[in-house]
């Protein structure tokens, strides 16, 4: 895979994560330290977004990772919170990160090695106006005559191994269908559909996480995309309706442009040959995470199934590197989660396996040191290489 020569480049600090200025955004002198939740996290919660310039990366029902702004730093210290550093210096990790995987070049590879067995797909536009991205491949029965394995990266911006790992995952097809006889089962039996996306934290902001519109009440931007998809969004607890909020859930449901495009491909697919295996592909956190998010007591009808696939897929992933992945339900494994895709995906949809999919983190979380990239696009081949053949 070739990579984009393109690295974040030093702005104004004025223009914090949370303000709506189209800036770049920095992180030089930003230290990550993971925050203990001893005292439980919506108390935890309240305290971090008392200060004003840090930014919250990752929340768990024992920790949270946070990013805390050199001008907070007075302030962190004495909420004396029981915490570990994770990182000095958050800036100098994000351009030790090295350049983004580009995904021109594999739509280049595919037109070049595959061309009669690929598409570029454009199903829409985001809020800012870009083309929503996919790549679909196929085999021998020709295009659209299979079910779908249907792949999202990136939903969440900053979480940028899930592009780089979907592109892998997607480049080991194309190259591999005319050499190995595995692969090409794969691609005779499934249509392929991966929307490896990111855009806007490319150019401005590494750490951004939502879509980028405006809400008419708030100076506050953006809206969690995996919070949004209209089913289940109504249940209380799942998700934040604090325009502020990592993830603030909308006002409506499926009121967002890029949840109304991926949904109506979606629907699509549903309705032609369906979909057999959905995966979204996010960091950071190393889980499998099965139906449901909106409820801790709900389970899929073929829950057993899906409980025995991902323990094949747990130990697939981990036999290159030892890569420990936890699984279970989002809800009961992680925490309760409202207007997410898989659950979409799953009651609505009818998609028999849906599923997301939290990838290795770095030790400042989202950013994840170059020499990592490779082997988590490694080990997660290695899981799909195991999984496919037993959908
Ligand atoms: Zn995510």
Redesign the pocket.
């Known amino acids: 895979m070739k990579f984009l020569e393109a690295i974040l480049t030093v702005a104004s600090l004025a223009s914090a994560a949370v303000t709506a200025v189209p800036e770049q955004v920095v992180y030089d002198g930003f230290k990550v330290f993971r925050v203990n939740a001893t005292e439980g996290l919506p108390s935890l919660k309240s305290k971090i977004a008392s200060l004003a310039q840090t930014l919250e990366l990752y929340s768990h029902p024992d920790h949270m990772d946070v990013a805390v702004a050199p001008s907070d730093f007075a302030a962190f210290e004495a909420l004396d919170l029981p915490s570990e550093i994770l990182d000095e210096d958050l800036g100098a990790s994000i351009a030790a990160e090295g350049p983004l995987v580009s995904y021109k070049s594999l739509a280049e590879t595919c037109s070049r090695l595959f061309p009669q067995n690929s598409e570029i797909l454009e199903i829409g536009a985001s809020y800012e106006g870009r083309q929503i991205t996919g790549l679909h491949l196929w085999g021998s029965g020709g295009s659209g005559s299979k079910p779908a394995i249907y792949i999202h990266g990136t ?2 911006a900053r ?1 940028w191994i ?1 592009t780089m790992v979907v592109e892998y995952f997607a480049y080991q097809l194309v190259s591999g269908y005319g050499n190995n006889a595995t692969i090409k089962g794969f691609l005779n039996s499934y249509d392929f559909y991966f929307f490896p996306r990111f855009s806007y934290t490319q150019s401005n902001d590494r750490l951004w ?1 939502k879509n980028r519109m405006p809400r008419s009440s708030t100076s506050a931007r953006g809206t969690d995309i ?1 919070r949004n998809w209209p089913y289940k969004w109504e249940v209380a607890g799942g998700a934040s309706t604090n325009p502020s909020a990592e993830d603030y859930k909308g006002q409506v449901a499926g009121d967002t442009p890029e949840v109304k495009v991926l949904k109506a491909f979606t629907d699509k697919l549903a309705a032609g040959k369906g979909i057999r295996l959905y995966i979204d592909f ?2 950071y956190g190393q889980y499998i995470l099965l139906p449901y998010g909106y409820s801790c007591s709900k389970r899929s009808g073929n829950d057993a199934k899906q409980e025995s696939l991902a323990a094949g897929l747990q130990s697939a992933i981990a036999k290159p590197y030892g890569t420990r992945f936890t699984y279970g339900p989002i809800c009961s494994t992680l925490y309760a989660a409202t207007g997410g895709s898989t659950d979409y995906m799953t009651d609505v949809a009818g998609t028999t396996y849906a599923w997301a999919v ?1 990838l290795r983190g770095g030790s400042s979380g989202f950013v994840l040191p170059a020499s990592q990239i490779r082997p988590s696009g490694i080990e997660i081949w290695q899981g799909m290489q195991s999984l496919i053949p037993s959908l």
Do not use: C, G
């Open positions: 939903v969440h979480e899930a996480r995996n996010h960091s939290e």
